[in-house]
Nanobody
């Protein structure tokens, strides 16, 4: 059982930046970030392999968001730049079972989520 705790969410104006953190209770394999806006399904945002050598992003956040990890701290980060109102959602981190996992069903453990609100 791995416990995940996200932090770093908040309210920011369009064009601004936030950095989300996700601290895990132990070592993990692939880590991913997902988001869910009101009335919408949870969607994949980004993922990173255990050694950081492979990263994946959904098209809408490429160039603007960067996922990274510090295995010594069991922590994964999501740097979000040039934020847009459509990025508003609850952001979740999760532990994935395979390197290329992008489907929520491929992630076994989830954090409680952190709210990101981008005002126009």
């Amino acid at each position: 059982q791995v416990q995940l705790v996200e932090s770093g969410g908040g309210l920011v104006q369009a064009g601004g930046s936030l950095r989300l953190s996700c601290a895990a209770s132990g070592s993990t394999l692939t880590m991913g970030w997902f988001r869910q806006a009101p009335g919408k399904e949870r969607e994949f945002v980004a993922s990173i392999s255990r050694n950081g050598g492979y990263t994946s992003y959904t098209d809408s956040v490429k160039v603007r968001f960067t996922i990274s990890r510090d295995n010594a701290k069991n922590t994964v980060y999501l740097q979000m730049n040039s934020l847009k109102p459509e990025d508003t959602a609850v952001y979740y981190c999760a532990v994935g079972s395979t390197t290329y996992a992008r489907n929520p069903t491929e992630y076994a453990y989830w954090g409680q989520g952190t709210q990101v609100t981008v005002s126009s």
